[in-house]
T-cell receptor
């Protein structure tokens, strides 16, 4: 079945550092890929998505490129801020049911001022 | 703008008790989902309903049942609660396959003693 693997956290960075959070996937067919973010005490919200190979999703300075050849969808940001501290989840849809959406284990990110 | 509403927000049960978690969305979405969130495990899909009248198992369905009561409501039932079901439960909805964005409720913190 489909699966999503994320780098383990927590990740701690200083403000203005470069961020990469790795995500790889296993899937049949052509899944859509997502990054969701969960701020403390809140539910998840969509950060960005990509629906086909080589697509780049972007939002709030974050980017991720759908790489079919490496089955990856790594999240990047050039200069992180304290307000980016949150838990980030990689996810995919597809497989036996196009509506089935599964998530990775999440990566907690903490940014030091 | 209620979005996705979950009740209750907190619940404590004794082993063997039963309860139903309620979820309702007012966005006319077709698909609805139940996830559980555990430390280090990310979000795991319990059940989902791609459209009114259908339900399908997710990654961890054992010990749970669901009912898609109508297009708005999707309930999750624990027939005989176990300590392993202590978790935070999130309901989510999505308009359709063409617009793959999940909207999440604020979660239910469930403790089974």
């Amino acid at each position: 079945g489909n699966s999503v693997t994320q780098m383990e956290g927590p990740v701690t960075l200083s403000e203005e550092a470069f961020l990469t959070i790795n995500c790889t996937y296993t899937a049949t067919g052509y899944p859509s890929l997502f990054w969701y973010v969960q701020y403390p005490g809140e539910g998840l919200q969509l950060l960005l998505k990509a629906t086909k190979a080589d697509d780049k999703g972007s939002n709030k300075g974050f980017e991720a490129t759908y790489r079919k050849e490496t089955t990856s969808f790594h999240l990047e940001k050039g200069s992180v801020q304290v307000s980016d501290s949150a838990v980030y989840f990689c996810a995919l849809s597809g497989g036996s049911s196009a509506s089935k959406i599964i998530f990775g284990s999440g990566t907690r990110l903490s940014i030091r001022p | 703008n209620a979005g996705v509403t979950q009740t209750p927000k907190f619940q404590v049960l004794k082993t063997g008790q039963s309860m139903t978690l309620q979820c309702a969305q007012d966005m006319n979405h077709n698909s609805m989902y139940w996830y559980r969130q555990d430390p280090g495990m990310g979000l795991r899909l319990i059940y989902y309903s791609a459209s009114e009248g259908t339900t399908d198992k997710g990654e961890v369905p054992n010990g749970y049942n669901v009912s898609r009561l109508n297009k708005r409501e999707f309930s999750l039932r624990l027939e005989s609660a176990a300590p392993s079901q202590t978790s935070v439960y999130f309901c989510a909805s999505m308009r359709d396959r063409a617009n793959e964005k999940l909207f999440f409720g604020s979660g239910t913190q469930l403790s089974v003693l």
